[in-house]
């Protein structure tokens, strides 16, 4: 003998409470509980329809507050925190517009769920899976947009989030703002050290973030050149071995960041550099921004 209730189900003439048209109810009874049907099915569907109407613009605010505060902590140069591919200047002289496409189908394509992307990448192409490939900008003058072009790679990247559970996805830093944090951490207090982030902690996160943009590479030169390479090689070499990509912007060219990163005695850095990038290599030619009227 089974002692599961018994549900009773009923048909009856009702009124709907909302738009009061007559329609065919239902009333279920199980121990003692009714339960009415007071809606006909179109103010039913209508009332699940604001619902879910509600729900979605509700997570769509969720999404844009929190694109927001990624925004703000992505390292964007403030003076670009509101810049990105709709306000960046395509009609000038040199292959401006040609980097421009190549900067936007980058930022269009990067996988936004990276991890995601990763077990594919380990599924499909065992033993040999590939990093998105890594980008490199240089140019021979100042001023002619990199910056701008690598702002709106972040831009994008952080536009195209749609509430995936991630991490923020990108991180931008110069290259002379790295060194001058971890500097910072040599003179920290006691107290400081136990609240702020430390040299490994810093290092730590470039090396984790899963699209790492370093902007200006080489730009100002410095007396520990061991330091800078060390740095660098730490950050390049963690990202190579765990498949992540880096975007680069120089005012160096191959000769110079060979010099800039190893010199003669020790490529390492720039081997995975270019390695990184499966030829993703741009020199970028344009008149300066600075130099407009």
């Known amino acids: 003998m089974s002692d599961k209730p018994v549900i009773k189900e009923e048909v009856f003439d009702g009124i709907c409470d909302e738009c009061g048209a007559e329609f065919q109810a239902k009333m279920y009874s199980c121990l003692g509980r009714i339960l009415k049907q007071h809606y006909c099915k179109n103010c039913t569907d209508k009332f699940l329809a604001d619902e879910k109407k509600k729900e979605d613009d509700m997570r769509q605010t969720e999404i844009i507050s929190q694109r927001r505060r990624w925004r ?23 292959n401006i517009e040609e980097i421009y496409k190549k900067c936007k189908t980058y930022a269009d394509n990067f996988p936004i769920n990276y991890d995601l992307y990763l077990r594919k990448q380990t599924k499909d192409t065992k033993p040999n899976p590939k990093a998105y490939q890594s980008l490199l900008l240089f140019s021979l003058n100042w001023g002619n947009g990199k910056t701008h072009l690598v702002s709106s790679i972040a831009h994008r990247i952080l536009d195209r989030w749609n509430g995936e559970n991630i991490a923020n996805p990108v991180y931008v830093i110069s290259e002379p703002e790295l060194y001058e944090r971890i500097q910072q951490t040599y ?14 902690d810093i290092l730590d996160h470039l090396s984790r973030v899963r699209l790492l943009i370093i902007d200006d590479l080489g730009k100002t030169p410095r007396k520990d050149m061991d330091f800078v390479r060390r740095t660098m090689f730490s950050i390049i070499n963690q990202r190579y071995t765990s498949l992540l990509p880096v975007v680069i912007t120089t005012n160096k060219d191959t000769a110079g960041l060979r010099d800039y990163l190893g010199g003669d005695s020790d490529q ?4 995975r550099i270019f390695e990184m990038t499966f030829d993703n290599v741009w020199k970028v030619n344009g008149e300066s921004y600075r130099r407009q009227s």
């Open 72 to 94: 703000l902590n992505s390292g964007i140069d403030p003076r670009y925190i509101y810049q990105d591919f709709s306000t960046f200047k395509t009609d000038r002289s040199g």
């Open 187 to 200: 003179s920290y207090t006691y107290q400081e050290k136990e609240s702020k982030q430390s040299e490994q």
């Open 268 to 271: 390492a850095t720039l081997d």
